[in-house]
């Protein structure tokens, strides 16, 4: 009996100790990671994640990078000067504690070089985010070619 | 296959697809002269009618040098903008329109604004990993030209070395930009606003001394003249953001005696220092964005009417394509007795084939080629026009997507020229020969 | 290479109306004979010309040189056995205008394969030179005179060395003593060099200098003399 309720006291506080996910919303020791999106994007091509992250705990976390497929995803900054448009690979980007960093289309991403498969709107897609030394897996939401934003970009959660 | 392409440097890959494009016209007309020798027989017929074909030659040199000079002007413009754009990092501001800030901030088209507070401007010069936080506090001018309260560590920063003197060291000192109105040694007094309407009152018995000339920038920053911020607080009457005592100019500032500034350039030790301050200040009281994106946006948004022009272009050349096309049928009715003597005294079938093929190929490869010539020479013209009134420098040179354009062209004409020479070998010897 | 002989069969040659341009049951020609076709306008003697020298295909016949019938060669058999067999004359020159005197005498180096184009346009300068148009090869042809432009004429049907001449009122255009100086060098050329020179003129003072004379009316043969 004392072994049931410690097994279901266990299961159902498991959450608190694991991620939890929305459809969209990762989350782990206070580092949440939502709305991760990509437009998409023919295979071979690169596709880049934008997504925000908050940092509510009490430590400046620092965003690294993530996975995906089994390839490492690169934290690329936007530049836009003469010579066009460019992506340059970051070694990492602080998350200040109780503060949010976002990246965005022109601003920040995590690149995905040379997808091994078309990504189009609609499939499932899962990658991680490397971030105050956790590895949150986040549901990627696939936009179309063009998209500008997450479909609930602006809602709270 | 597709790897072996992505690996290729972006020169090899045009390249490649200019030489893939000109090919087939190039092959047909391999194919057509192989192993004969038409060209001075040819030269003879040209020059025979060199009233019409030089009109044919101008048709096609002006479709041509549409195409190409509004690809190179487009790509000029685009890049000259961008280029202005390029010392930029970081611009932080009070919220509001982004793309006004920068046009105010980047491009010197002021609009009234609201202020980043003196309190603001110490959190973000004091940040981590700012190198520095320049105060770009534009309003007055002087003969057109917009004065800018800065700092010295901009003037070096947008510049480089100067040109010529020195950086300002007082409040009542200015380096002018590469083509301002001041030269060194001289001074100014600023009118309060900008254009028709500035006032040149305003700010009597005040003067600045220019100490300096900057290098050519490339952007609006030429015609301007940079001044300490302090100077213009204190030409508006204003605390110059300084201890009464304190007469140094620059940072730091004492936020309670700094009146205030429109926006603020920050530049990062540290590439990636740039995102992480841009995402810290981004919040309810600051904006912080990226001239780069802003301006990227901006031209992905012309990207669409660039695309509608250019396939006006395209148009246009087809068109031209098609009259040429039919304007050599007519030509060959010209030349068609001189066709038949040919036959008549024994010239095989491609031989004749030959002649009128190659003399259509002179006359389209001529107005391709001049139409090059003229397409790179309005650019040029245009780009001239366009640094004049905008002060933003913009260069057009022939690039890869005009080389393209061309032979694209070149090859679809030379393509399409093999029908009148079939045609002209299919006419009826003897009703040519008695004409 | 020597003249072939020319000897036509059955030969006939309607319009699309259906009318008769040309009906001639046979003809026969030595190699080296000189002919001259005569007789009113209309009477068929440039179509039978121009049978003979394969810029017209017949309607029915054989026309056959040194027994080849170029009646049922393709065109471009046709335009090949003109360019190694034959030399035209045509009544107005056919010059071009913008090539000197000796580019269009030495026309057909611009087609013939690579090893014949520097002879033909030696021998173009040599004939200019008999027809009496030595050091003027340079010059532009509009500025030489009617008779002079149609011994450039001449001398371009020559410059392949052909062994048949076949000239379509080659006089026709020129005044009397052009004419006739013309017409007798034709004729002591094509003789010198054993060639068939076959004409349709009205002159009767060249038709006089050919060996044989065929006339014709409503495309028939209605008179064959010996000269």
Redesign the interface.
């Known amino acids: 009996m004392r072994a049931c309720l410690l097994s279901l006291l266990l299961i159902v506080a498991a959450p608190a100790f694991a991620e939890t996910h929305d459809d969209h919303v990762a989350e782990a020791e206070g580092l949440r990671v939502v709305h991760v999106w990509t437009p998409a994007t023919g295979k071979?091509s690169d596709a880049l994640f934008y997504m925000e992250i908050e940092n509510s705990s009490a430590a400046e976390a620092m965003l690294t990078g993530g996975e995906a497929g089994g390839q490492e995803l690169e934290l690329v900054?936007?530049?836009?000067?003469?010579a066009?448009?460019a992506w340059?690979v970051?070694?990492?980007?602080?998350?200040?504690a109780g503060?949010?960093?976002?990246l965005e289309p022109?601003?920040?991403a995590l690149r995905w070089s040379s997808v091994p498969m078309d990504l189009v709107p609609g499939a499932e897609l899962e990658i991680e985010v490397e971030v105050g030394g956790q590895h949150l897996h986040a549901h990627v939401e696939i936009g179309e070619a063009g998209a500008t934003g997450h479909s609930h970009a602006g809602h709270n959660h | 296959m597709a790897e072996l392409w992505a690996a290729l440097p972006n020169a090899a890959q045009d390249l490649l697809l200019a030489l893939a494009l000109v090919a087939p016209g190039l092959l047909a007309g391999a194919l057509v002269l192989r192993g004969l020798r038409p060209l001075p027989l040819v030269g003879a017929m040209l020059r025979r009618f060199a009233f019409v074909n030089a009109l044919f030659v101008a048709l096609i040199a002006v479709s041509v040098g549409l195409g190409v000079g509004l690809l190179a002007q487009e790509r000029g413009l685009r890049q000259g903008s961008a280029r202005a754009a390029e010392k930029f990092d970081l611009i932080v501001a009070a919220p509001g329109s982004e793309v006004t800030v920068m046009l105010a901030a980047v491009y010197l088209q002021p609009s009234d604004m609201a202020l980043v507070t003196g309190p603001q401007y110490a959190e973000i010069a004091g940040a981590e990993g700012v190198a520095f936080a320049a105060p770009i506090a534009f309003g007055d001018s002087f003969q057109g030209a917009p004065v800018v309260g800065t700092t010295a560590d901009f003037v070096t920063h947008l510049a480089g070395p100067l040109a010529e003197g020195r950086v300002f060291a007082t409040s009542e000192e200015a380096v002018a930009g590469a083509f301002a109105p001041v030269a060194v040694g001289g001074s100014f007094t600023p009118a309060h606003g900008h254009g028709p309407m500035a006032e040149g009152d305003a700010h009597e018995g005040s003067a600045y001394t220019v100490t300096g000339r900057m290098a050519p920038t490339g952007s609006p920053w030429d015609r301007a003249l940079l001044v300490p911020v302090e100077g213009v607080w204190e030409v508006h009457g204003l605390a110059n953001g300084h201890a009464p005592d304190d007469l140094r100019i620059g940072p730091p500032f004492v936020p309670e005696m700094m009146p205030g500034t429109p926006a603020v350039l920050v530049h990062a030790a540290e590439l990636w220092g740039n995102y992480a301050l841009k995402s810290r200040f981004t919040r309810s009281d600051l904006m912080a964005f990226f001239p780069g994106t802003v301006l990227s946006q901006l031209h992905g948004l012309m990207r669409d009417v660039r695309s509608a022009m250019s396939l006006m272009a395209v148009l246009t050349q087809v068109l031209v394509t098609l009259s040429v096309l039919i304007g050599l049928m007519i030509l060959v009715r010209l030349i068609a007795r001189s066709l038949a003597l040919l036959r008549a005294i024994g010239a095989p079938l491609r031989f004749v084939f030959a002649v009128v093929w190659a003399y259509s190929a002179a006359l389209i490869l001529s107005g391709a080629g001049l139409g090059l010539a003229l397409g790179w020479g309005a650019a040029r013209a245009i780009s001239a026009a366009v640094t004049a009134r905008t002060d933003v420098l913009v260069t057009a040179n022939l690039g890869w997507p005009e080389a393209h354009l061309v032979a694209g062209f070149i090859s679809l004409t030379l393509f399409m020229a093999l029908l009148p020479a079939w045609l002209a070998v299919r006419r009826p010897l003897l009703t040519d020969l008695r004409t | 290479m020597t003249a072939p002989a020319l000897l036509v069969e059955g030969l006939r040659v309607t319009s699309r109306e259906g009318r008769v341009l040309l009906d001639v049951p046979q003809l026969a020609l030595a190699p080296g004979q000189s002919l001259a076709l005569r007789g009113a306008s209309g009477a068929g003697k440039s179509t039978l010309l121009h049978v003979l020298s394969g810029l017209v295909r017949p309607t029915a016949g054989r026309v056959i040189w040194g027994g080849q019938d170029i009646a049922a060669l393709t065109e471009d058999a046709r335009a090949r056995f003109r360019r190694e067999t034959l030399g035209l004359v045509f009544q107005d020159c056919h010059l071009f205008e913008e090539l000197s005197a000796l580019g269009n005498a030495g026309l057909a180096s611009a087609f013939a394969p690579a090893s014949e184009r520097a002879p033909i346009r030696n021998a173009a300068a040599e004939w200019l030179a008999v027809l009496g148009l030595a050091h003027a090869g340079a010059r532009a042809v509009d500025s030489f005179s009617g008779g002079e432009r149609q011994r450039i004429a001449v001398a371009r049907a020559l410059a392949g060395g052909p062994p048949v001449i076949l000239a379509d009122e080659p006089t026709a255009a020129l005044d009397r003593a052009n004419a006739d100086a013309l017409g007798a060098d034709l004729v002591r050329l094509a003789a010198e060099g054993g060639r068939t020179l076959i004409v349709v003129t009205h002159d009767a003072t060249l038709a006089a200098r050919m060996g044989r004379q065929l006339t014709l009316a409503d495309g028939r043969i209605v008179e064959d003399s010996d000269g």
Not at chain 1, 77 to 82: D, E, L, P, Q, V
Not at chain 1, 99 to 102: G, H, N, T
Request: proline fraction near 12%; avoid cysteine; glycine fraction near 20%.
């Open positions: 071979g900054g936007f530049s836009y000067g003469a066009g448009e340059t970051l070694p990492g980007l602080p998350v200040p503060a949010e960093l976002d022109k601003v920040l």
